[in-house]
């Protein structure tokens, strides 16, 4: 079977690697999008296991088109009744990644929607209803210039949306975008691990459940797979009880200190019911202090990983330069044996850190260029 991932661009390469580690066969990746082939087992296993990936999707169809009434013959031309029926509910996503005869997404969704609905009404003279949120099944559309796409989106909605978020403070960090944070920063597992800034406590909590060995959709109460005609429940239900199983293995193993700190009252108080509700409330420390109190307190060097304000949630430029070079002499004087990783959209600063950097890459936040930048602190 043939699937793409969608992910942030940046996270390419992180996405890659875990489709390898589920044997997937990469055919190739571009900016955001991977296209890889796989049994069905194995796009089951990315919607449950991916922490990095946006979507999963089932291609049905590639085909050239001239114009939207060639998009919507090519999507006339699938049997829709393999994988839906006329009293469920659909929903299609369309996205443009190229200038082509389709210049507008919504267009390309209704186009798409009236195939399959003109269909279903042809031949049975009844039609599945549109159903926005969490429809029995997403229809995925990409439109590359001439080149469209058309799959079933196995995710159904964002995987980001790992089912333990219940409050969030400004600008939170989507759980994907946080787990790579983590991936890139350096952190292996064994040693402390410190978020200054923890906000809503996303960071901490996506390490956590790495060290947990705990697949990130287990949480999850919705995916577009289980309400597809061609779903295959009892394989579903044996990868989640593979996933139980694992998780379970891991429980007695030791973990290290995941601390988190916050100025914010209500900040520390969404991190601490997220932290519940991911069910480490055993497993990390959240406390509520500002950064300029911020001093070691363990003997052992660990990881100290930070999404700082950036002008999003600063609105003067020199509060944010201030900031940085406050960060940097704490750095410095407390945590000079420690890798420090820093996300952030204001990299021209980030000589004020006072870290010589040896990693950087970019990673886009929404529409924000970002850089998440790791080394140790100078001397």
């Known amino acids: 079977m043939e699937f793409i991932s969608t992910c942030g661009t940046g996270l390419e390469d992180l996405v890659v690697g875990e489709l390898e580690s589920f044997n997937a066969r990469i055919t190739s990746s571009t900016r955001g999008v991977i296209h890889w082939s796989a049994p069905l087992e194995d796009g089951y296993r990315a919607c449950l296991w991916s922490r990095f990936s946006s979507r999963v999707v089932l291609v049905l169809s590639t085909y050239e088109i001239g114009s939207s009434d060639d998009l919507y013959e090519g999507a006339k031309s699938i049997n829709w009744e393999d994988h839906l029926s006329e009293t469920d509910s659909l929903a299609v996503d369309c996205v443009l990644t190229a200038q082509g005869p389709v210049?507008?997404?919504?267009f390309g969704a209704l186009r798409i929607k009236d195939a399959v609905v003109d269909q279903f009404r042809d031949r049975l003279g009844t039609?599945?209803?549109v159903q926005v949120q969490r429809p029995s099944v997403r229809i995925y559309l990409q439109v590359h210039g001439t080149r469209a796409l058309l799959g079933l989106d196995l995710s159904g909605e964002g995987l980001h949306r790992r089912g333990y978020r219940a409050a969030s403070g400004p600008a939170p960090l989507k759980e994907n975008l946080a787990a790579a944070i983590i991936g890139l920063s350096g952190w292996e597992g064994e040693s402390p691990l410190l978020d200054p800034m923890c906000g809503a406590g996303t960071l901490l909590i996506e390490a956590a459940l790495m060290k947990a060995d705990s697949a990130p959709?287990?949480?999850?109460s919705y995916f577009g797979l289980?309400?597809?005609?061609?779903?295959q429940a009892a394989l579903w239900e044996s990868l989640?009880?593979?996933a139980l199983e694992r998780e379970a293995a891991s429980q007695h193993q030791q973990w290290p200190p995941l601390i988190g700190y916050d100025g914010d009252r209500s900040a520390v108080r969404a991190a601490r019911q997220n932290?519940?509700?991911?069910?480490?409330?055993?497993?990390i420390i959240i406390e509520q202090q500002e950064f300029h109190h911020l001093k070691s307190k363990m003997k052992q060097a660990g990881v100290l990983v930070c999404n700082p304000p950036y002008g999003e949630r600063l609105s003067d430029s020199q509060s944010v330069k201030h900031l940085y070079r406050h960060m940097g002499e704490c750095f410095q004087r407390e945590f000079s044996d420690w890798r420090i990783s820093l996300f952030t959209a204001a990299p021209d600063y980030a000589d004020r850190f006072k870290i010589r950097f040896d990693k950087s890459t970019k990673i886009f936040n929404g529409p924000?260029?970002?850089r998440l930048f790791s080394g140790l602190p100078l001397p």
């Open 240 to 242: 989640i009880a593979e």
């Open 217 to 220: 959709g287990l949480g999850r």
């Open 226 to 231: 289980t309400g597809w005609r061609g779903h």
């Open 127 to 129: 039609r599945p209803k």
């Open 103 to 106: 210049t507008n997404s919504m």
């Open 275 to 283: 932290i519940a509700r991911a069910g480490f409330d055993d497993r």
């Open 368 to 370: 924000l260029a970002c």
